[in-house]
């Protein structure tokens, strides 16, 4: 199964929701920080490698905006006197990332916007429009990404294969 969806998206790419892209970058960081810090501390440092490993067979990783934002949001929480060094290791792995923008007129006018947000439609809109593969830890995202069309992973099955 991984090495079809890696045959059929390695040039198209892969998206990480925000909960994901969250523990990419700790991980990125220090990976012994990904079970310690409080928004993925239900992942463990062999999620963080595999996710790594996998995420590294893609030619690119795509993030849209809203997905970058939230987080930073999150990220923003590492402690003041670490902040620094994080960023050094982190940036110039943000700075490869291909940016998707998807336009507010599209995302408000998308059906399931109401149910699913801005961020996830985002992530819909852009994985259709750059025909990629998203991988997700969020159920309710991952069957809305899948009524629309997106092929998505979630995590945890990403786990027992």
């Known amino acids: 199964m991984l090495d079809d969806l890696l045959r059929r998206y390695r040039r198209a790419g892969v998206m ?3 909960n994901l892209l ?9 990976k012994e920080l990904v079970p310690q810090f409080k ?7 062999d999620d963080f490698e595999f996710l790594e ?9 795509i993030v849209t905006p809203h997905v970058l934002a939230e987080t930073w949001n999150f990220i923003e929480k590492i ?7 994080f960023l050094s290791k982190v940036v110039p792995h943000i700075e490869v990332f ?9 995302l408000l006018s998308s059906k399931g916007f109401s149910y699913i947000g801005i961020t996830d439609m985002a992530v819909i809109q852009a994985a259709k429009s750059k025909k990629c593969f998203v991988i997700t830890d969020d159920l309710r995202a991952y069957t809305h990404f899948f009524e629309n069309g997106v092929e ?10």
Not at 98 to 106: I, M, P, S
């Open 16 to 18: 990480l929701d925000t």
């Open 22 to 30: 969250v523990m990419y970058l700790i991980g990125v960081y220090d």
């Open 39 to 45: 928004r993925t501390e239900k992942y463990s440092v």
């Open 53 to 61: 490993f996998y995420v590294g067979q893609f030619d690119k990783l």
């Open 79 to 85: 402690p003041k006197h670490q902040f620094d060094d």
């Open 98 to 106: 291909e940016e998707e923008y998807v336009n507010k007129k599209t």
């Open 152 to 161: 998505t992973i979630n995590i945890n099955h990403l786990r027992t294969i």
